[in-house]
């Protein structure tokens, strides 16, 4: 199926079917649905160098992946959202570009997107407090989108986020509803935007409870399995350990899992744990009955979301920055029980 047997069968133009699938505007919502339908029917995708050509674009998103954060493209969080957005972006005829840089070369390596048109848009991971990142994009011209969010940015941008206050909020207090009053937080570092916002659900809850903040039991760092394992083992050895425990993700509470079993406890009666990002292609919550209770939110559900955003903000760049919220629901497991009695 090429072009023109495409727009023989819709009794359409080439031109119309090429400017359908290419997103321009003047094409008539019905007719776009029509022909995107009808391409996806017969497996039929623009030549991407064709388009680029006719339409001036590199049809290519950039993603910059600075030294210091490179386990990231192993991690099965990023590798989900990777997933989600290539696979949309694919849909629009782009390909994404990964750029791996020192931390210190990142801004030089937007500032040359821009000059030699390389790529027509960039995404922003792992937005931190503040995230100058994201002025330099705006002063510089170069489209982008933040999946996160950055507390202490005040002019627009485009993002796609989780509420991550208000997940942590709702799991914690779901946790105080149990009858739990030691609770402790495996957060990731708060230098970044969502562990900052997760903590402050966390406290949140607390308070509105009228409980007290103990700094002895919030703990952050990077989110890896050991680092789960060894803060447990630390807030568990304490004199007055917590019944229950909020982990940053599914990979920290592998380890908080552990550090529970190794101390001869029972996760779910002897302390309660509720974990973030448990749906994951490639790190599954158990089958039939999660394992741990969740803060469900799909990353890979965001990929596709922040995609689309991205692509429509190409087409339309007089538009306000798209932004979208996600929220995430929680799920119930084997993870939680009732705060145990302790004399």
């Known amino acids: 199926m090429n072009l023109k047997t495409l727009a023989e069968e819709l009794g359409l133009s080439q031109t119309t079917v090429s400017r359908a699938l290419n997103g321009y505007p003047e094409v008539s919502e019905a007719t776009r649905l029509r ?5 996806r029917r017969h497996n039929y995708r ?18 910059v992946i600075p030294t210091s954060v490179q386990h990231e493209m192993v991690n099965p969080i ?12 694919s849909r629009f005829g782009y390909d994404m570009m990964f750029t791996r840089v020192p931390d210190s070369d990142e801004s030089d390596i937007y500032r040359e997107y821009r000059a030699r048109g390389a790529v027509d848009a960039v995404i922003l991971q792992g937005p931190l407090v503040e995230d100058q990142r994201i002025p330099l994009l705006n002063r510089i011209g170069l489209p982008f989108i933040v999946h996160g969010r950055s507390t202490g940015i005040t002019e627009p941008y485009a993002f796609v986020d989780v509420n991550n206050k208000r997940a942590f909020q709702h799991a914690t207090q779901f946790l105080i509803d149990l009858g739990h009053r030691r609770i402790a937080l495996v957060n990731g570092l ?37 680092f789960g394992y060894a803060e447990t083992r630390a807030i568990l050895a304490a004199p007055n350990p917590p019944t229950a425990i909020m982990a940053a993700s599914m990979i920290v509470a592998l ?24 749906d994951l292609s490639y790190l599954k919550n158990g089958q039939d009955v999660p394992i741990f209770t969740a803060i469900r939110s799909s990353v890979r559900k965001a990929g596709e979301t922040l ?7 190409i087409n339309a760049p007089q538009d306000p920055p798209r932004q979208r919220m996600l929220e995430a629901e929680l799920l119930v497991g084997r993870s939680t029980g009732p705060a145990p009695h302790r004399p």
């Open 35 to 39: 022909v995107e339908e009808a391409a």
């Open 46 to 63: 623009p030549n991407s160098r064709a388009k680029g050509l006719a339409t001036g674009r590199a049809m290519l998103i950039g993603q």
């Open 78 to 89: 990023f590798g989900d959202f990777v997933a989600g957005a290539s696979q949309t972006f």
């Open 190 to 226: 708060e230098q970044m935007d969502f562990a900052r916002r997760r903590r402050a659900g966390y406290e949140a809850a607390l308070a509105a409870a009228g409980l007290p903040l103990d700094p002895a039991l919030m703990r952050s760092d990077e989110m890896t399995e050991h």
């Open 255 to 278: 380890g908080v899992r552990r550090a529970i079993e190794e101390a001869g406890l029972t996760m779910g009666r002897d302390v309660s744990v509720i974990t973030h990002d448990d």
């Open 307 to 313: 995609a689309e955003c991205l692509v429509d903000q």
